[in-house]
């Protein structure tokens, strides 16, 4: 099974992907939504956005920082269940490697100007 990608559109070994478009939230933004490798989260001081819970099924998860501005620095999370209830809410892993999905995963992106 292939891997699930945020916010990136030409890589040729994710056969399923997510954009930024559109369920996140958060005092964040989002720039150039729907262009090809410029789509990015625009991230103040302490800003973040935070995507639905999306039902990835039992595979490898992939998430790209994407374009960021020279100098932005962000924290990238996530969280995952086999239930879309079962997300703790306190259970947020500091992503740096792919990672298996249990199922339904959650992501964070946080500003740390």
Not at 54 to 59: D, P, Y
């Amino acid at each position: 099974m292939g891997s699930t990608c945020w916010g990136h559109k030409t890589g040729v070994l994710e056969d399923n992907k997510r954009y930024f478009t559109v369920n996140w939230t958060g005092t964040g933004a989002i720039e150039n939504a729907g262009v090809d490798d410029t789509e990015r989260l625009a991230l103040e001081t302490t800003e973040f956005m935070t995507s639905e819970i999306v039902n990835t099924g039992a595979q490898t998860v992939e998430l790209l920082q994407n374009v960021y501005a020279v100098g932005d620095t962000v924290k990238i999370e996530y969280r995952t269940a086999s239930t879309y209830s079962g997300i703790d809410p306190e259970a947020w892993v500091e992503y740096s490697v792919p990672f298996k999905s249990l199922g339904f995963v959650h992501i964070r992106v946080t500003s740390t100007l």
